[in-house]
């Protein structure tokens, strides 16, 4: 390093130095006067794509992730034998008529697979706060904080990119489900893209939720308890693993307030041809929009108020 | 002094002001983190805040940033003013924080341009306006390996590069150096250096090191529990210590001159010693001389004479009753330090 500077003030001239500069400082100036996008969504993409960077840099983080719903799936899911309370002695169509009583479909894995769909997003959100809490503790969010970029947009950012992310992790899911055996006599282009656009509304508004829960923590354990604290009880009092015919009336009811449920009986209805249903579709579609928009917009006022103390 | 004075105010008012902050304060819930900070910062200056962990300084950072809200006061940055319009000042300034920021899963080039796009910067600018930025720290041959495998002192130059992406007028650096080894601060302390000499950049740094405050800054502020106890030039604060010692040690013992000396304007206190005088003054470069013409003035001799200044340490300790002490601090800093102290040595 010592040589590389000697030699160099050895072969300037004064003169020659002072043209460098002189030039140097024209370069800086010409730059110094980029065309700013002071646009409020600008920097979004670029918040976004970095979680995703790390996301898809880091594989064994997507392996382990998906570890969970295809343990569901295949001890769960086939576990769960309900064929085996039925007396053999029945017809099988008498046998598959119970089934579509309970379940909607001739079989409890299909209807457990649609479950897995919003088990995996709503894990995957859950999950979008503590890349908050940790952006915090490492001094990136205070660096983001201190550039021009919209605060909404670190928010969108944050949100955006675990919706991708579980989207992704949803198709995955889907597609070990049929190779599983789960039934496709209803899968097509457009019940395919139905429900992930079901999943996508759900994946926002519950994204939205647990960032929002995130943004003023700095605390990962405080993060892991409230993740703790609403994953469980919106998995299960949810129609994901079991229909909500079965349940007693007051936890009908909680399902019946729970957004998983519509998202749930939305894919059941277009993937599966789901004969039970709890709302009809356009229903369920309006739950979950409204979910989405709700959600998403207080996570932007929020971050208004609560990035900046 | 009348003619002193009068220079003084025509060169503050030739260089325009960067900084100008007015009764600044910042309380979360009881505590008084500042109370009512006061100061400004002159265009190609560079500023520095000296105090202890806790004393408020990287609050008034944070609220000159706009991280933080201030409960009061106001405060204008190159004209701007943190409350009306943030995102202008956040558009005028740079920010080096003290924690390692960078994304350690990114390379440091790819950490540069994130920066610029948050800036709005676009991607045909802030490209090669990244890689003359690794030149200037010297991180080029670095610039596409990832983070985590930087050393500490590599990791503080890109986090002043990333500062330096919106081309800032003003660039806050909140402990530059903290826990770095000795040649690493040295390096910082050049490209510091640089940017004002070479770049003619405004440069407002916090830091606990006195030699740092000392050797960089062209005005220091002392803060102290919020309080800014006296702002000066780091001259001007030691001579507030109680001045200069000139030792002056003459050829004859007799006569006694002490009163002769001690005549002289700028001398406070003489004490004889044998053939030798020690002396209080307040410039001592200036005292010197007389102090040599008194002596000599009465037809002795001078044999040696040693002229000690104070330490910034001295007059840290006479401003603020202690010397600079680590405090507790709450526990998110203590972790965020931490991280920053390992990250440092690795």
């Known amino acids: ?309 | 002094m009348s003619s002193q004075e009068s220079v003084s105010v025509k060169e503050s008012s030739q260089r325009p002001i960067m900084v100008e902050v007015e009764n600044l304060s910042k309380s979360f819930g009881q505590l008084k983190a500042v109370e009512g900070v006061s100061f400004e910062i002159k265009e190609g200056e560079i500023f520095g805040f000296l105090g202890p962990n806790g004393a408020g300084k990287s609050t008034t950072i944070n609220m000159l940033t706009t991280l933080l809200k201030p409960s009061g006061g106001t405060a204008e940055i190159a004209g701007i003013d943190i409350h009306k319009h943030p995102n202008e000042v956040r558009r005028n300034v740079g920010v080096v924080p003290q924690e390692y920021t960078a994304d350690e899963d990114l390379t440091g080039l790819q950490n540069i341009i994130l920066c610029g796009d948050l800036y709005g910067i676009p991607r045909s600018n802030s490209k090669p306006h990244a890689q003359e930025l690794l030149k200037l720290v010297e991180l080029e041959d670095a610039a596409n390996r990832k983070v985590s495998t930087y050393s500490g002192g590599m990791r503080r130059r890109l986090e002043l590069a990333c500062g330096l992406i919106n081309y800032p007028r003003l660039l806050f650096l909140d402990e530059p150096t903290l826990g770095l080894d000795v040649q690493t601060r040295a390096a910082v302390w050049g490209y510091i250096r640089m940017l004002k000499e070479e770049y003619h950049m405004t440069l407002f740094l916090t830091t606990h090191y006195l030699e740092e405050a000392d050797s960089l800054c062209d005005r220091i502020a002392i803060i102290d529990h919020g309080h800014i106890v006296k702002i000066g030039t780091p001259a001007e604060l030691k001579e507030n210590v109680g001045g200069d010692v000139i030792t002056i040690g003459v050829a004859e013992v007799e006569p006694d001159i002490s009163g002769d000396i001690a005549k002289i304007p700028l001398v406070k206190d003489v004490k004889k010693n044998g053939n030798q005088y020690r002396i209080k003054a307040e410039i001592g470069e200036e005292a010197s001389i007389q102090v040599i013409d008194t002596v000599r003035s009465k037809g002795l001799h001078v044999r040696t004479i040693a002229l000690t200044k104070p330490t910034l340490d001295e007059a840290y300790l006479e401003l603020t009753g202690r010397t600079l002490r680590e405090e507790e601090t709450n526990r998110q800093q203590m972790f965020s330090q931490r991280v920053t102290m390992m990250k440092a040595r690795r």
Do not use: C
């Open chain 1, 1 to 309: 390093m010592a040589d590389k500077i000697s030699t160099r003030s050895v072969t300037t001239t004064t003169q020659e130095k002072s043209v460098e500069e002189e030039e140097r400082k024209l370069e800086r100036e010409f730059r110094a006067t980029p065309k700013l996008n002071k646009s409020p969504l600008h920097g979004l993409w670029a918040l976004t794509n970095r979680d995703l960077v790390k996301w898809y840099k880091n594989p064994i983080q997507l392996i382990i992730s998906l570890v969970q719903p295809v343990v569901w799936l295949g001890l769960f899911g086939k576990a769960l034998n309900f064929g085996s309370f039925i007396s053999s002695s029945v017809p099988p169509a008498q046998q598959q008529a119970v089934y579509l009583h309970f379940f909607g479909v001739t079989d409890y894995f299909s209807f457990l697979s649609a479950g897995m769909l919003s088990f995996i997003i709503l894990f995957t959100a859950a999950f979008a706060g503590m890349s908050v809490v940790w952006d915090r503790r490492f001094g990136f969010m205070n660096k983001a904080l201190s550039t021009p970029v919209g605060r909404g947009a670190i928010v969108t950012g944050k949100v955006l990119q675990s919706v991708i992310r579980s989207l992704i992790q949803a198709a995955i899911v889907l597609v070990i489900a049929i190779l599983f055996g789960m039934n496709t006599s209803h899968l097509s282009v457009l019940t395919v893209a139905g429900s992930f656009s079901i999943l996508f509304l759900m994946s926002f508004g519950l994204s939205s939720l647990f960032v929002m829960l995130a943004l003023r923590s700095s605390d990962w354990q405080t993060q892991m308890a409230i993740i703790n604290l609403l994953n469980l009880p919106l998995l299960f009092a949810s129609n994901a693993l079991l229909p909500v015919t079965i349940m007693p009336g007051w936890l009908q009811n909680v399902v019946r307030v729970n957004p998983v449920s519509y998202a749930n009986d939305a894919v059941r209805q277009m993937l599966l041809g789901s004969t039970q249903q709890l709302a009809p579709l356009w229903a369920d579609f309006s739950v979950l929009i409204g979910f989405a928009m709700v959600l998403g917009a207080l996570g932007i006022v929020l971050s208004w108020k609560l990035l900046s103390k």
